[in-house]
């Protein structure tokens, strides 16, 4: 339920700072007195990082990267001092060098934790037959000052020469998830901070294995780039090529890697000489008998249940048919975009999941409540929302969701609906180091628009901006494209970099061609459904977490607004309440399969973003606006460039491809011009 607030004189005070302020029954300041977080702040500010022990965990054990992340959110929280190397997508070193400030890679890992082990008080053991008891550790290790360690570590960290006690012994203690979160729940959630949330799965980090055996073959393969299952049929394959050893084993995967669609399967039925061995359908435990590696494959269970594999992931199933069998068969009801394989040898299995240490520093710095609950498993969920209702409105929730794009959804909403929006943060490495960093640039200043004139304009927005850790990842990437600055393009960004990571924040401002411009990612100052967000505290978080957009500059949102995983438009008020609070000259409503500009409420400009995931699509969809464009008024076209399979060279030979009737521009510019060809008056 959600947390009511009576109408008083005191109760409006409460209101009034409500966003960013500590709920009533919380610690008034659960963190060490260097850690900064006044009520009007989002997130909190760690002490000035002014020089890093570093430590390579890149390749070490799971165990390790935890007790790293742990020891490094407790050393932090007095003083950044500790920065891991834990990825190396945009460069290990890359956003380290950009701090400037000095630095030392240890070349053994062992050392940074015996140069601080007088800063711990002790060991939180995990059991990991219970893979959640890692997250009541790591909220019992920011509770007590400690670290937390696998059993196989804690022998060595007892003895000399780190000498550290056993605090908590986790194992049997918990007989479930739900065991686990429940007690964690009773016990530990009125001592945690209630500023914050922590989403992070107990054991994400997968060791992929790469290629197949020689027997694998292609034997189904969806060539063009379906995105709305009308490819859905059941598929009748002939396996008896794969005969000859004991098993056959069937592969699925995306046949278009890292667009953001991807292929599903709902019902598999095997046959051997004609009699059905196998039958299934996904999320079932007959599922489970059949199901090799699932490689963090999502399950959908509504509707009938599908498995969904995406972005490079793949699932496969083993089938033993009976000795002497000479033909097997397998019919396949899926769609999209799929790309089966089969063979007969035993494929490298990529499930040896093991614990992880993205966010954890953060999460212990800051004495926040670790858990992974499932918004579409009836217990789970009824936990989760007891947690929710628990904290003020604008709390953020730090992470992400389980069951990844269904997760997302139900999550999302979920969390919206309490007043919660989302930071997807559980890839971030360094959140401690980089909450040490301050802003030294300003917002960039504003540039002229062009004359309006009878075009066709068009304006691209890279996806994704919402989420923290793209910020630090694949934003670097594709910043770092040569070509980018010789197309406007709109980049989605988190305004709330501004006090998680400053450091972030200043190198994509200072870099800033004047064709790129700063965007709120969904839906501004966090990810969350608009419609789904109560009504009477809706205006006052708005007008709250709009000083991130201004400082920021970046006064254009982008919005995503679902209900029930379905893209809606947004209601009246909640437009009128970002026309009246964030001042928006407009704002981006993304959609998939849709573009197109409405005046809401009489004021405020709309425009509905397609995405895209090629540069062939925006082409696509240019060429049709021109053919149905009449040419005697302008046209405004938005489209949104998938983050994952688009660059800044694909938008520049797309724009060099069409012609003189088309302009691309910035979102400030599109929605000046929109206004100003629909009588609407301007917008600083």
Same mark, same amino acid.
């Not at 959640?132 to 003895?159: C, E």
């Not at 590696?293 to 269970?301: E, F, G, I, P």
């Not at 000046?672 to 600083?684: D, H, M």
């Given at each position: 339920?959600?947390?009511?607030?009576?109408?008083?004189?005191?109760?409006?005070?409460?209101?009034?700072?409500?966003?960013?302020?500590?709920?009533?029954?919380?610690?008034?300041?659960?963190?060490?007195?260097?850690?900064s977080?006044?009520?009007?702040?989002?997130?909190?500010?760690?002490?000035?990082?002014?020089?890093?022990?570093?430590?390579?965990?890149?390749?070490?054990?799971?165990?390790?990267?935890?007790?790293?992340?742990?020891?490094q959110?407790?050393?932090?929280?007095?003083?950044?001092?500790?920065?891991?190397?834990?990825?190396?997508?945009?460069?290990?070193?890359?956003?380290?060098?950009?701090?400037?400030?000095?630095?030392? &890679?240890?070349?053994?890992?062992?050392?940074?934790?015996?140069?601080?082990?007088?800063?711990?008080?002790?060991?939180?053991?995990?059991?990991?037959?219970?893979?959640?008891?890692?997250?009541?550790?790591?909220?019992?290790?920011?509770?007590?000052?400690?670290?937390?360690?696998?059993?196989?570590?804690?022998?060595?960290?007892?003895?000399?020469?780190?000498?550290?006690?056993?605090?908590?012994?986790?194992?049997?203690?918990?007989?479930?998830?739900?065991d686990?979160?429940?007690?964690?729940?009773?016990?530990?959630?009125?001592?945690?901070?209630?500023r914050?949330?922590?989403?992070?799965?107990?054991?994400?980090?997968?060791?992929i294995?790469?290629?197949?055996?020689?027997s694998?073959?292609?034997?189904?393969? *969806?060539?063009?780039? *379906?995105?709305?299952?009308?490819?859905?049929?059941?598929y009748?394959?002939?396996l008896?090529?794969s005969?000859?050893?004991?098993?056959?084993?069937?592969?699925?995967?995306?046949?278009?890697?890292?667009?953001?669609?991807g292929?599903?399967?709902?019902?598999?039925?095997?046959?051997?000489?004609?009699?059905?061995?196998?039958?299934?359908?996904?999320?079932?435990?007959?599922?489970e008998?059949?199901?090799?590696?699932?490689?963090?494959?999502?399950?959908?269970?509504g509707?009938?249940g599908?498995?969904?594999?995406?972005?490079?992931?793949?699932?496969?199933?083993?089938?033993?048919?009976?000795?002497?069998?000479?033909?097997?068969?397998?019919?396949?009801?899926?769609?999209?975009?799929?790309?089966?394989?089969?063979?007969?040898?035993?494929?490298?299995?990529?499930?040896?999941?093991?614990?992880?240490?993205?966010?954890?520093?953060?999460?212990?710095?800051?004495?926040?409540?670790?858990?992974?609950?499932?918004?579409?498993?009836?217990?789970?969920?009824?936990?989760?929302?007891?947690?929710?209702?628990?904290?003020? %409105?604008?709390?953020?929730?730090?992470?992400?969701?389980?069951?990844?794009?269904?997760?997302?959804?139900?999550?999302?909403?979920?969390?919206?609906?309490?007043?919660?929006?989302?930071?997807?943060?559980?890839?971030f490495?360094?959140?401690?180091?980089?909450?040490?960093?301050?802003?030294?640039?300003?917002?960039?200043?504003?540039?002229?628009?062009?004359?309006?004139?009878?075009?066709?304009?068009?304006?691209?927005?890279?996806?994704?901006?919402?989420?923290?850790?793209?910020?630090?990842?694949?934003?670097?990437?594709?910043?770092?494209?040569?070509?980018?600055?010789?197309?406007?393009?709109?980049?989605?960004?988190?305004?709330?970099?501004?006090?998680?990571?400053?450091?972030?924040?200043d190198?994509?401002r200072?870099?800033?061609?004047?064709?790129?411009?700063?965007?709120?990612?969904?839906?501004?100052?966090?990810?969350?459904?608009?419609?789904?967000?109560?009504?009477?505290?809706?205006?006052?978080?708005?007008?709250?977490?709009?000083?991130?957009?201004?400082?920021?500059?970046?006064?254009?949102?982008?919005?995503?607004?679902?209900?029930?995983?379905?893209?809606?438009?947004?209601?009246?008020?909640?437009?009128a309440?970002?026309?009246?609070?964030?001042?928006?000259?407009?704002?981006?409503l993304?959609?998939?399969?849709?573009?197109?500009?409405?005046?809401?409420?009489?004021?405020?400009?709309?425009?509905?973003?397609?995405?895209?995931?090629?540069?062939?699509?925006?082409?696509?969809?240019?060429?049709?606006?021109?053919?149905?464009?009449?040419?005697?008024?302008?046209?405004?076209?938005?489209?949104?460039?998938?983050?994952?399979?688009?660059? %800044?060279?694909?938008v520049?030979?797309?724009?060099?491809?069409?012609? %003189?009737?088309?302009?691309? &521009?910035?979102?400030?510019?599109?929605?000046?011009?929109?206004?100003?060809?629909?009588?609407?008056?301007?917008?600083?």
């Open positions: 339920m959600i947390r009511k607030l009576t109408i008083s004189c005191l109760a409006l005070i409460c209101t009034l700072s409500f966003s960013f302020g500590a709920t009533a029954d919380t610690v008034s300041n659960p963190q060490a007195d260097s850690v977080w006044p009520e009007q702040q989002a997130l909190p500010s760690f002490a000035e990082t002014k020089s890093l022990e570093v430590a390579d965990i890149y390749d070490a054990p799971g165990d390790i990267k935890l007790l790293l992340a742990t020891l959110g407790i050393v932090n929280r007095a003083e950044p001092r500790i920065y891991l190397l834990e990825n190396k997508e945009e460069g290990k070193f890359t956003w380290l060098n950009d701090l400037n400030v000095p630095y030392k &890679v240890r070349d053994n890992y062992w050392d940074i934790v015996k140069s601080f082990k007088n800063e711990i008080k002790g060991i939180i053991v995990y059991d990991p037959k219970i893979p959640d008891s890692i997250n009541v550790a790591t909220t019992l290790a920011g509770l007590k000052d400690a670290v937390v360690a696998s059993p196989v570590l804690a022998p060595k960290l007892t003895a000399a020469p780190y000498n550290l006690k056993v605090l908590e012994d986790l194992q049997g203690k918990f007989k479930d998830r739900m686990a979160y429940t007690w964690q729940y009773d016990n530990l959630w009125k001592q945690t901070t209630h914050m949330l922590i989403g992070l799965s107990p054991d994400t980090s997968v060791r294995p790469s290629g197949l055996p020689a694998f073959k292609v034997v189904a393969e *969806e060539k063009t780039q *379906e995105r709305d299952a009308n490819n859905r049929k059941v009748d394959i002939d008896t090529s005969l000859g050893k004991e098993s056959v084993y069937l592969r699925f995967e995306d046949s278009f890697p890292q667009d953001g669609w292929s599903a399967v709902h019902e598999v039925i095997v046959k051997a000489d004609g009699q059905t061995i196998a039958q299934f359908v996904p999320g079932t435990p007959e599922e008998t059949y199901l090799y590696d699932r490689q963090s494959s999502q399950l959908s269970t509707s009938g599908h498995r969904f594999a995406d972005n490079g992931r793949y699932f496969v199933y083993k089938f033993t048919p009976p000795a002497g069998t000479k033909q097997l068969t397998v019919s396949v009801d899926m769609w999209n975009q799929f790309k089966v394989y089969a063979g007969n040898e035993q494929p490298p299995s990529s499930e040896q999941r093991e614990p992880y240490g993205y966010l954890r520093d953060y999460a212990v710095a800051n004495k926040a409540m670790v858990f992974w609950l499932e918004a579409n498993v009836p217990e789970q969920k009824a936990l989760f929302e007891k947690i929710l209702s628990d904290v003020n %409105p604008g709390t953020p929730y730090l992470g992400w969701f389980s069951n990844d794009v269904e997760g997302e959804f139900s999550g999302v909403e979920m969390a919206s609906s309490h007043g919660v929006y989302v930071l997807a943060a559980d890839w490495s360094n959140l401690t180091v980089f909450s040490g960093t301050k802003v030294k640039s300003s917002a960039p200043k504003a540039v002229k628009p062009p004359k309006l004139e009878n075009k066709i304009y068009v304006t691209y927005t890279f996806s994704e901006g919402d989420n923290f850790q793209y910020n630090q990842h694949r934003m670097r990437i594709l910043w770092d494209d040569p070509n980018r600055g010789k197309v406007p393009i709109n980049w989605t960004s988190s305004p709330l970099l501004y006090d998680g990571a400053p450091a972030i924040l190198y994509f200072n870099t800033a061609t004047e064709n790129d411009l700063l965007i709120a990612g969904p839906s501004g100052a966090g990810y969350f459904n608009p419609n789904a967000w109560p009504e009477n505290s809706f205006s006052d978080f708005l007008k709250h977490s709009y000083s991130y957009l201004k400082k920021t500059g970046m006064t254009v949102p982008y919005v995503l607004n679902r209900i029930d995983g379905e893209n809606v438009a947004l209601s009246e008020s909640k437009a309440a970002y026309q009246k609070e964030y001042n928006a000259p407009g704002l981006f993304s959609w998939e399969n849709r573009y197109g500009v409405e005046i809401l409420n009489g004021e405020l400009p709309v425009s509905t973003i397609q995405g895209i995931s090629t540069a062939q699509d925006g082409k696509n969809i240019l060429a049709e606006a021109k053919a149905k464009w009449d040419g005697k008024s302008p046209l405004f076209v938005s489209l949104g460039l998938l983050a994952w399979s688009m660059t %800044p060279s694909d520049v030979a797309m724009t060099e491809s069409l012609g %003189p009737e088309y302009q691309a &521009v910035r979102a400030d510019h599109y929605f000046s011009l929109i206004r100003e060809a629909n009588g609407l008056p301007s917008k600083p």
